[in-house]
């Protein structure tokens, strides 16, 4: 099993920056991939960004250029740095970890972007 714990989230207003954390604990061996989605009210959970073992990262559209994605491999701990934030980025934030088959999420940390 793999633990998750998401913390960063907060009130910022719009073209803030927020730096999420995701702390893994646990069996973290043979990690595959990890990511950042979100959910916002009424909406699906969307993929944020994501990056591989290897290094090589994804952005949604809606991100690109604003959203970094990392990781410290020694610390076990994934980021996303968040800068131009916009109302439209509101939502709790979920990192997704996956090894094989096998997925899991943190509890979720709340972002709140203010026009």
């Known amino acids: 099993q793999v633990q998750l714990v998401e913390s960063g989230g907060g009130l910022v207003q719009a073209g803030g920056s927020l730096r999420l954390s995701c702390a893994a604990s646990g069996s973290t061996f043979n990690i595959n991939g990890m990511g950042w989605y979100r959910q916002a009210p009424g909406k699906q959970r969307e993929l944020v960004a994501s990056?591989?073992?290897?290094?090589?990262?994804t952005y949604a559209d809606s991100v690109k250029g604003r959203f970094t994605i990392s990781r410290d491999n020694a610390q076990n701990t994934l980021y996303l740095q968040m800068n131009s934030l916009k109302p439209e980025d509101t939502a709790v934030y979920y990192c997704k970890h996956t090894r094989g088959w096998d997925e899991y999420w943190g509890q979720g940390t709340q972002v709140t972007v203010s026009s």
């Open positions: 990056i591989t073992r290897g290094g090589s990262t």
